[in-house]
């Protein structure tokens, strides 16, 4: 058996050698390996790879030449004809099935779809305000010859200047004590969460989560076959009274609920404590956004305020940079660290030295503090045109759920009989994108709209919401009656 590129000719049993070769490439062709317009191998250069004779190889091209799939050009060389369409045969049945709960997850989303004219997409930060030049240069010193030894794997754990950057960062900003040893790096909050869920919960286990909460996480926990039990909030935050007893994790934002707004009153964060030490299960603190803050001072972490090593402490760059760089953390304490790195190392292997070592230099020169002020004052500008609105012609129809944080808005429906996924979708066909509030439940179904600012362009905030406001201000539908 021989190969060329994609192509691969049997000579191993008796018989026209020619026969075999036209064969070959006659199946390429057809089954679309061999595309039309594409140049084959001269005669000499194929016949010295497979071992025979230029005339063999002469043989087959003249053939398929004749037949219509090959077409011969003086002084250029023999392509597949442009009439060689591929002919592919339908796939054979198969009897393998995923695992029990992963044919319910949802199909990935694509970030190449069209922007819409107002574009209020609930977690997107705006690529227009990252300095791409100062991080392509930052990036394109990490690349030099001798920057980082690239002949050997680096730490799963990621690169440790980075680890000890993001420790310092998060003791300084967030209170969050711990050592670079401590301080996983990960691609994402996704990723954090797939970690968490791998080594510590069980098939069957109860993970407890908010509700509404990030659909994400719920699907994640139930991947691995976890119960998930919705938990509801209120204006304080997470009822913790209404964890049960047997909760393995739990799952909270206590900064910036999500999708609500509202913060862990600091009664309710001593709770949840109190709760997770008496029936020893864990926590997992998201604290996806605190970079973007517009009035009060945010509480403590819970993560701050554990004395007994039950919080892990997760957070994103992708709101305060760009989605695409994928760059998360994880502050998880001393036991569970030999377990995360082997996670971490049969998920992803190792790390990307150049562009973590590149996002280092970012921290500790300054320069994402610098990019975090420019970023704060444009959102806030933005926020200020969507409150506006939420005050003025929306206050008809939504109801704000107060909030001083974040990249997003929450509204509740005066109305709660009316149908929030339908104002969603009626709104999209007058070009404006906003999210229903019920998405992120899967029970009780609070209906409102979701609008985030991270992505709208300015001018368009004020226009887009007065045609969200005609779109309330038209005959609503309710939903439709369940049989009983």
């Known amino acids: ?82 009439a060689a369409r591929p002919v592919r045969p339908p796939r054979r049945g198969t009897d393998l099935a995923p ?17 819409p ?23 394109t010193a990490e690349l030099r010859v001798g920057a980082h030894d690239l002949g050997v794997y680096a730490d799963p754990a990621g690169y440790p200047p980075l680890r000890e950057a993001l420790a310092r960062q998060l003791a300084l900003s967030r ?33 407890a989560m908010e509700e509404p909460g990030y659909p994400l996480a719920r699907d994640v926990f139930t991947s691995y076959g976890a119960r998930v039990v919705p938990v ?6 997470l009822v913790v009274d209404d964890l049960p007893p047997s909760t393995r994790l739990v799952f909270t934002t206590p900064s910036h609920q999500f999708p609500t707004g509202p913060p862990l009153s600091l009664e309710r964060r001593r709770a949840l404590l109190d709760f997770a030490g008496r029936h020893r299960c864990a926590v997992i603190e998201d604290d996806y956004d605190s970079e973007f803050r517009f009035t009060e001072r945010p509480l403590e972490t819970l993560h701050s305020m554990d004395d007994a090593g039950r919080v892990l402490y997760l957070g994103t760059f992708s709101k305060s940079l760009v989605p695409g760089l994928r760059f998360g953390y994880l502050v998880a304490p001393e036991p569970l660290q030999a377990a ?43 926020r200020a045109l969507v409150l506006e609105a939420v005050h003025g012609p929306l206050s008809a129809h939504l109801e704000l759920v107060p909030c001083q944080a974040g990249l997003h808005v929450t509204t509740t429906l005066r109305d709660q009989e009316a149908d929030d996924t339908d104002v969603v979708r009626r709104a999209a066909e007058h070009g404006v994108v906003v999210e229903a509030l019920s998405s992120y439940a899967v029970t009780g179904r609070p209906r409102g709209i979701v609008m985030g600012y991270g992505a709208a362009v300015t001018e368009s905030i004020t226009p887009g919401l007065a045609r969200l406001a005609a779109v309330l201000g038209a005959a609503p539908s309710t939903p439709p009656r369940r049989p009983r």
Do not use: N
């Open 1 to 82: 058996m021989r190969e060329l590129g994609d192509l691969v000719v049997d000579l191993s049993t008796r018989g026209d050698r020619a026969t075999a070769v036209y064969r070959a490439l006659l199946d390429a062709v057809r089954s679309g390996r061999l595309e039309p317009g594409e140049r084959l191998p001269p005669t000499r250069a194929l016949a010295a790879d497979l071992g025979v004779s230029r005339t063999t190889v002469a043989t087959a091209y003249d053939r398929l030449v004749a037949e219509g799939f090959l077409t011969a050009r003086v002084g250029a060389g023999t392509f597949v004809a442009d």
């Open 99 to 115: 695992r029990p709960g992963w044919d319910q997850q949802p199909h990935p989303t694509s970030g190449s779809t069209p922007k």
């Open 117 to 139: 004219a107002h574009d209020f997409r609930v977690g997107i930060p705006d690529a227009r305000l990252f300095p791409f030049d100062t991080w392509r240069r930052l990036v």
């Open 175 to 207: 209170g969050v004590t711990a050592t670079p040893d401590e301080v996983l790096v990960t691609h994402g909050t996704q990723q954090a969460l797939d970690l968490v869920t791998r080594v510590l919960v069980a098939p069957g286990d109860i993970v």
């Open 232 to 237: 509801r909030v209120d204006d304080e935050g």
């Open 340 to 382: 995360l790195r082997a996670a971490l190392q049969l998920s992803v292997g190792y790390v990307d030295v150049p562009v973590q070592a590149a996002l280092a230099r970012f921290l500790e020169d300054g320069l994402h503090a610098r990019h975090l002020r420019r970023a704060r004052a444009a959102y806030g500008e933005r």
